[in-house]
């Protein structure tokens, strides 16, 4: 079972997968959650409320009805008047999603095209400045925002995944008269 799965994904050899789970499940909405062993590193825990601070928040979608929108947005914040700020949005894990993304219900962009698949990078800061990833960064101005995250490309057979996004603000450059 551990060899189809890692065909069917694609992970690269010397990838360590854990398992097998020993335990049962009973098929009655029971949560599932996965982490990598040893010391966690530090992103925020999924929440609808996001700080324009620049931390890495993740999002993780599954495919339902007929979409693959986000299960944790929208994402809510505030951009203070006279500042602007970017969104910043990538692909994490195993590499293969695309996504749209939206503020307050209108598309402000895309996440650039893959250029590598099945490849694993283990930080959203290694996946973001890695060109082979998807990812995008994307200008938001004053005001409120509610974001949400549409998968619109994904490696064939996925039903879930997930990325991270994180906004900070643009702080003006100090000049000189």
């Known amino acids: 079972m551990l060899a189809n799965f ?21 098929n009655g909405g029971e949560r599932v959650s996965l982490s990598r062993p040893g010391k966690p590193e530090s992103y925020t825990t999924p929440s ?7 931390e890495w928040v993740i999002f993780r979608w599954f495919f339902a009805s007929g979409s693959m929108k986000s299960l ?5 914040f505030e ?21 749209d993304v939206y503020d307050n219900g209108i598309k402000i962009g895309t996440t650039s ?32 925002h509610s974001i949400e995250i549409e998968v619109v490309q994904t490696p064939p057979g996925w039903q879930s995944g997930g990325g991270f996004l994180r906004v ?3 702080l003006p450059v100090p000049y000189i008269v």
């Open 79 to 99: 951009v203070p008047p006279g500042a602007d700020a970017e969104l910043d949005v990538t692909d994490w894990g195993i590499a293969g999603e695309v996504f």
């Open 113 to 144: 095209a893959l250029t590598s698949s099945a490849e694993v990078i283990a930080s959203p800061d290694l996946a973001f400045t890695n060109p082979s990833w998807s990812s995008g960064t994307f200008p938001i101005s004053a005001g409120s």
């Open 72 to 76: 944790d947005g929208p994402y809510l």
């Open 48 to 54: 609808t409320n996001l700080t324009p601070d620049g």
């Open 6 to 26: 890692l065909t069917h994904y694609g992970v690269p050899p010397g990838v360590p997968v854990s398992g097998p789970y020993s335990g049962s499940l009973s």
């Open 168 to 170: 900070w603000l643009r």
